[in-house]
């Protein structure tokens, strides 16, 4: 043996000795679970995003299961819902927004079809028991989320059956009975839940009662009175208000005779009312509404509030529609409706911050009419509610739905904000959550993370791919009760997962893996706690920032370093 | 002859280097003693044959790529460095980053380095793989005559050439892999000339006139690419040969967060073409799926910035690379008939699950 004189080496790997973390001088990385935008803009809560991924995988059942963790009613959702999720979507800047209701029914349905089980146990023989008013979307949502929280729920309902407007007010070409009843059934069979039918609150139950012997109260009785409604004084004789004219419709089959009928209003009551009195035979069908259609100037806020694709198959139908416009006059014969003056408008800024409508001088237009409906919205029905209700409605005094009574909360259209199914879902749970954390001496937190932003995410690691294909029944074809938009299927639900881009969460792409010079991503194969497969190691990384750009899904993000 | 010393300390006549080698060296575990703790650094699914701690830029294109080559080459082989940045900042002393037989000797000598342990290996009947490691500098210009005798040799030996287009370990020299009109030190953008004067090397061709088993180009853009490229190589008995383009932040002058999109650019454009050649001819390309224009990639970098100044010089210049560009497209024939999975947009393609995971479309 030799002594080396000319060469020197050093021990393999003794480089780890050498900690390049401190060349950080600015941002390090890290893993941030940003809010998917369908997540987001969900007023139902589902982690859309969350039941994509799972989908990915072929795990259909494992992502109803995630789901219903948020929306009990994925198939009354999926076919009703004007799914804000779907405007939302990051990918509408790629390719086109994913068909999130339509792969939400089909999973919706499915889980009937195949029968798979709710993912709750049924509560203790000793758990409180909360007492729900409506057994309408918001109070079914709020009762399973007592079951899901360990309580008990008991619902009153003051019609003969359940379902709220989901039953009343929706037509079947929207919302078929038997995938609605489906859906009920299996919610209202789970064990802790109790239904009373035909117990009106006020006449059968009184709040004073169910607060003594409950251990909370939720009012979900939605809105069942129609708003006053006249034009510059004058109400015609045979005036009839939207939603009563609808429900009547359901229970009876038939509308009042009017060939010209203008339906004043902008909501999908004024939109299912068009679309059915166009079917039953009215000649011209018109509605007026003040607010805009969709189109490149269309502000958000000023866009009609209906299922998109419920206005493109009005149009479809033959219904006519006046927009930024409203009933300036009612011209009479007698006391009969024989016309409308319809003048434009627009709702502008005013100088005190708030919106006012602007009807325009000069735009007035005289339009023959046998009937005018409006459907200007609905407000309670006080009976029961004495002294809760403020200028018609409920009027939570938080996002929990707390009411100024202890330990009595207002749930779905009753409270006041703009109603939609998935919006009383929402609350259902939102109040469900609050009072069983409040019950448990805890208080309940919103969930503040920021929303991901299609700039943050990197297209390039995307395929494309394009929306699926949705059959739909023909416009001279439908009638009142074969339901209008089919079915997509399994092949095409699951190939639809695939072109979710996971907008905030970990796809396990290994990217941050592969790219980064410093081998500082270490891949773990158990998950790691915030959810990945990968731990930065900070002693290495000198914060290129390589991960974070070459991230598919922003869900790596480079902050600046504490202190 | 001295006593053989089991712990490492070869050199008693030099009391501060075994000193440092106490401080900073890692003695190998003694047997029976206590096995040391699994980190999940330990468990990674692949060779670490680079490790952490190597004294690379923020962002270095060359240290991902060595790293790459060496997670699909090791562990059974040997590297002969070149002079250059990798092998400086990979070796600082007394540590190593290397976890494999790795030896450097001078700027110009890696290939003939390469050519005597490979001969030795085969004295010794063993199979070890002998891996040359150069940058441009050492493989176009100075090492060339060694690299061309290697090949001419036959030696069984796979010479990477990590491709950062100047000498940038001793401060941004133009080197004849620099392209066309790009400033360096050596070849600043001014009044008189628009960066380099002449053209980047077609080193691929001349490597492959040798009528060498494999030669082939690859980007760290497509780290799955480069790995099958070096993959196929280490299967081949005989020399071969791998130009990785690696882009350098610090002399390329863009963001460190951006080494992957300038690199991605590059051959998207055209100006870097994904080939493969096998006894001199085209055997296969990486097909471009929409070509972008020369200035996407120009303008990430600041090396090129005088081709955006209000000079009719700089119009001229860039229109001169788009046509090199075009010209290789138009060479190689690098657009695809119709979107291929792999093909440069095909290639990027990620699921859920990692590049092993089916799915996707």
Redesign the interface.
Known sequence: ?????RG?????????????GN?RSTDKPVHLHAKAPCHAACPAGEDQQAWF?LL??GRAQDAWEALVAANPLPGVTGRVCPHPCESACNRATLDGALAIHNVERWLGDEAVAKGWAYPLEAPAGDAPVVAIVGAGPGGLSAAYHCLRLGLKAEIFEAAPQPGGLLRSAIPPTRLPRAALDAELERLLALPGLTLTLRARLGRDVSLDELSSRYAAVLLAPGCQEGKEWDVAGAVPTDHREGLALLREFMDHGSFPEAQRVIVHGGGNTAMDLCRLMKRAGSEHVTLVTASGLPGPNTAPGDLINVVPRELEEALEEGVEIIDHATVGRLIMKGSKVTGVEVVSLRKLPGGDGRTHRVAFEGTERILPADMVIPCIGERVDPEGLEGLLERGYLRPADSWGSLSRPNVYAIGDASGQSGTVAAAIGDGRRAAEALALRLAGEVPVSDARPVLEAPQLNP??????ARPHVPKLPAAARDFDSEIEGDIGRTAAL?EA?RCL?CGNC?????CW???????V????ELASDGSHY?F?L??C?????C???C?TGYIQ?VPEEG | MSDPTPSGSSMPDNPRLAELRRKHGRPPQAPGAEPPQITPRDSQPRFRGLESGHRACQGCGEALAARLVMESAGPDVMVSNATGCLEVFTTTWPQSAWRVPWIHSLFENASAVASGMEAAMKAKGKNTKVLAFGGDGSTYDIGFQTLSGMLERQHNVLYVCYDNEAYMNTGVQRSSSTPHAAATTTSPAGKERMGKRHLKKDLLSIIAAHHIPYAAAASVAYPQDLQRKVRYAMGIEGPTFLVIHSPCPLGWKHDSCLTIEVARRAVECGLFPLVELERGAVTNVMPIRKPRPVRDYLELQGRFRHLFAEDPRAEEEQAHLQALADHNIATFGLTGDAEDPADTGGAALVHRGGPLASGGF
């Open positions: 043996m030799t002594t080396l004189t020197a080496w050093g021990y393999a790997g003794a480089s780890l000795d050498f900690k390049t060349w991924a990915q995988e390039r690691y995307y395929g494309g791919g190939a695939q996971s796809l396990a792409c290994d990217n592969t790219f980064c010079p410093d081998n500082a270490i891949k773990t194969q731990l190691d002693d290495y000198k914060g290129c920032g390589l974070a750009q070459e598919p480079m």
